[in-house]
Nanobody, 124 residues
Framework: QLELVESGGGLVQPGGSLRLSCAVSGDTHEHYGIGWFRQAPGKEREGVSCITNTGDGTQYSDSVKGRFTISRDNRKNTAYLQMNSLKPEDTGVYYC?????????????????WGQGTQVTVSS
C-alpha cells in the first residue's frame, strides 16, 4: 500500500511562489507516475501537472504552463511542484497522486493512490 503526504501549502500574495512536496512511502517510488491535482470550493478536481516514473516526461495544464514546474527525486522518494507567479485562481486544495506504471496523465481516474491534500490560498 502506497502512502502519499503533501506539504508546503499556505497563504501567499498574488505573484508569489510556493513549493509543494509529496513524500511517498510503502513501495518503490520509481515504479509510479506522479500527478498533481487541485480542487477549488464548488469545483471539480482538475489535473495540474504530471511526471513519468523516471522523470523524463512531464505535462501541464494550460492554466499553469510556464508558471509551474513538476519534478521528482527518486532517491528521496519525493515529488515537487514549484509554483511561481501565483494567481488568486490558483487557490484550492492541492493533491498528489500516484499510478503504478510510467504515466498517469491529467485525469484523476488514472490514479490509484492519493494524498490528503494541502491548502494553497493566493490572496492579498
Amino acid at each position: 500500500q502506497l502512502e502519499l503526504v503533501e506539504s508546503g501549502g499556505g497563504l501567499v500574495q498574488p505573484g508569489g511562489s510556493l513549493r509543494l512536496s509529496c513524500a511517498v512511502s510503502g513501495d518503490t517510488h520509481e515504479h509510479y507516475g506522479i500527478g498533481w491535482f487541485r480542487q477549488a470550493p464548488g469545483k471539480e478536481r482538475e489535473g495540474v501537472s504530471c511526471i513519468t516514473n523516471t522523470g523524463d516526461g512531464t505535462q501541464y495544464s494550460d492554466s499553469v504552463k510556464g508558471r509551474f514546474t513538476i519534478s521528482r527525486d527518486n532517491r528521496k522518494n519525493t515529488a515537487y511542484l514549484q509554483m511561481n507567479s501565483l494567481k488568486p485562481e490558483d487557490t484550492g486544495v492541492y493533491y498528489c497522486a500516484a499510478r503504478l506504471g510510467a504515466w498517469g496523465g491529467l485525469v484523476p481516474l488514472g490514479y490509484d493512490y492519493w494524498g490528503q491534500g494541502t491548502q494553497v490560498t493566493v490572496s492579498s
